[in-house]
Antibody, heavy 118, light 113 residues
Framework: QVQLQESGPGLVKPSQTLSLTCTVSGGSISSGSYYWSWIRQPAGKGLEWIGRVYSDGNTIYNPSLKSRVTISLDTSKNQFSLNLNSVTAADTAVYYC??????????WGQGILVTVSS | DIVMTQSPDSLAVSLGERATINCKSSQSVLYSSNNKNYLAWYQQKPGQPPKLLISWASTRESGVPDRFSGSGSGTDFTLTISSLQAEDVAVYYCHQFYSAPSTFGQGTNLEIK
């Protein structure tokens, strides 16, 4: 059964780039037809989809974040990553990596708290 | 974008009683080629990630108690807890993964009356 684990800095300074990695175990990131997504949740608030990368590398981003987001696959490490630039305090949240497919229900990582503060 | 609207925003139910949460999508999330509704329900407790309870609108995940059930198709969905237990206190979310951007309901806060 596939498992996902987020990693990266827990503290990022304003105006800098937030970079997170999701390590996939129990399955190959390059096999099958899956959507690998990032989702975030500010404290006490709801869930916001950031964007996704398909198994073939194609990406789609939330229009509200599109100008600042890059999501990519690293098949050699069986990982996918999130880069969010020009961060502000509003980007402080728990970030989750997830996977689903046309016939596969969603799987979530445990999440990582990222705080934007100087 | 598909807008997901849950009702109610909060709900207080007595132990052993039924709890019902509704979710309405602004567009159908039923994929006609495989007849699957791309609709999931999650339970989230403080400090924990969302836990997948129901996928494909009505398929209970392994290990989820059978008091949880999901129903509906197209644009209208329901999560039912048949007999509320103390450990069911949580926030519940619906989620459409039919199309991008994937979207969530605003959440329903379930409490004990």
């Amino acid at each position: 059964q596939v498992q996902l684990q987020e990693s990266g800095p827990g503290l990022v300074k304003p105006s800098q780039t937030l970079s997170l990695t999701c390590t996939v175990s129990g399955g190959s990131i390059s096999s099958g037809s899956y959507y690998w997504s990032w989702i975030r949740q500010p404290a006490g608030k709801g869930l916001e989809w950031i964007g996704r990368v398909y198994s073939d590398g194609n990406t789609i981003y939330n229009p509200s974040l599109k100008s600042r987001v890059t999501i990519s696959l690293d098949t050699s490490k069986n990982q996918f990553s999130l880069n969010l630039n020009s961060v502000t305090a509003a980007d402080t949240a728990v970030y989750y990596c997830t996977r689903w497919g046309s016939g596969t229900s969603p799987t979530w990582g445990q999440g990582i708290l990222v705080t934007v503060s100087s | 974008d598909i807008v997901m609207t849950q009702s109610p925003d909060s709900l207080a139910v007595s132990l052993g009683e039924r709890a019902t949460i509704n979710c309405k999508s602004s567009q159908s999330v039923l994929y006609s080629s495989n007849n699957k509704n791309y609709l999931a329900w999650y339970q989230q407790k403080p400090g924990q990630p969302p836990k997948l309870l129901i996928s494909w609108a009505s398929t209970r995940e392994s290990g989820v108690p059978d008091r949880f059930s999901g129903s509906g198709s197209g644009t209208d969905f329901t999560l039912t807890i048949s007999s509320l237990q103390a450990e069911d206190v949580a926030v519940y979310y619906c989620h459409q993964f039919y199309s991008a951007p994937s979207t969530f309901g605003q959440g329903t806060n379930l409490e004990i009356k």
